[in-house]
């Protein structure tokens, strides 16, 4: 199947600091990606869907300043966290679906945010 | 509203017990369902989706619109099968998911 990869799998920043992850469909391109939250024994939260070329579409409560989506090109997305703080210590994992198959959403091995 | 209900956070068998995870969705259009997995330390994966009428591993989930569910089913547990797993549905432009069910299968 497709691969997507997250990088990096895991960092630890600063309160106050931004963290930039990364998201890459490696073997196929992908107009749309999408990211995730997801809490400890908890399940996806769907934070934003990530387009190619334009803005993201945000889901109701999350907030587009702090959590800055851009998707470049048909194989990248990343999803910036400003001014981290402890409470956005959480695990995001992106997923992208190959356009051209079938309806498979691809996930990312996800990143684990620690923010002291 | 549009919403994925999996009632239990654990289910716990022995080796060889029959499984049932069940999921209920809640959708005013055509349902498009899938059960993701997620073994310990790997990344979420697709099990199966309703469309393809599949069995992968062992495991069935037969869509029910009556009773608006997609319950995962596989007569024999293995241990192998532990894992988190996660009912999904999709909408036209995004998957929702359950807060999934952890399956412990004992030997």
């Known amino acids: 199947g497709a691969v997507v990869s997250q990088h990096p799998s895991r960092v630890i920043c600063k309160s106050g600091t931004s963290v930039k992850i990364e998201c890459r469909s490696l073997d196929f391109q992908a107009t749309t990606m999408f990211w995730y939250r997801q809490f400890p024994k908890k399940s996806l939260m769907l934070m934003a869907t990530?387009?190619?070329?334009?803005?993201?579409?945000?889901e109701q409560g999350v907030e587009k300043d702090k959590f800055l989506i851009n998707h470049a090109s048909l194989t990248l997305s990343t999803l910036t966290v400003t001014s981290a703080h402890p409470e956005d210590s959480s695990f995001y994992i992106c997923?992208?679906?190959?356009?051209?198959?079938?309806?498979?959403?691809?996930f990312g091995q996800g990143t684990r945010l620690t923010v002291v | 509203a549009q919403r994925v209900t999996q009632p239990e956070k654990l289910l716990s068998v022995f080796k060889g017990a029959p499984v049932e995870l069940k999921c209920n969705y809640s959708?005013?259009?055509?349902?498009?369902l899938f059960w993701y997995v997620q073994y310990s330390r790997q990344r979420l994966q697709l099990l199966l989706r309703h469309i393809s009428r599949e069995s992968i591993k062992g495991f069935t989930a037969d869509l029910n619109k009556g009773e608006t569910s997609f319950h995962l089913k596989k007569p024999f547990a293995q241990e192998e099968d532990s894992a988190m797993y996660y009912c999904?549905?999709?909408?036209?432009?995004?998957?929702?998911f359950g807060a999934g069910t952890r399956l412990a299968v004992h030997p």
């Open positions: 959708y005013s259009g055509s349902p498009e």
């Open positions: 997923s992208a679906r190959d356009e051209r198959g079938s309806t498979e959403a691809f």
């Open positions: 999904a549905l999709r909408v036209p432009s995004k998957l929702i």
């Open positions: 990530s387009n190619e070329g334009s803005k993201a579409t945000y």
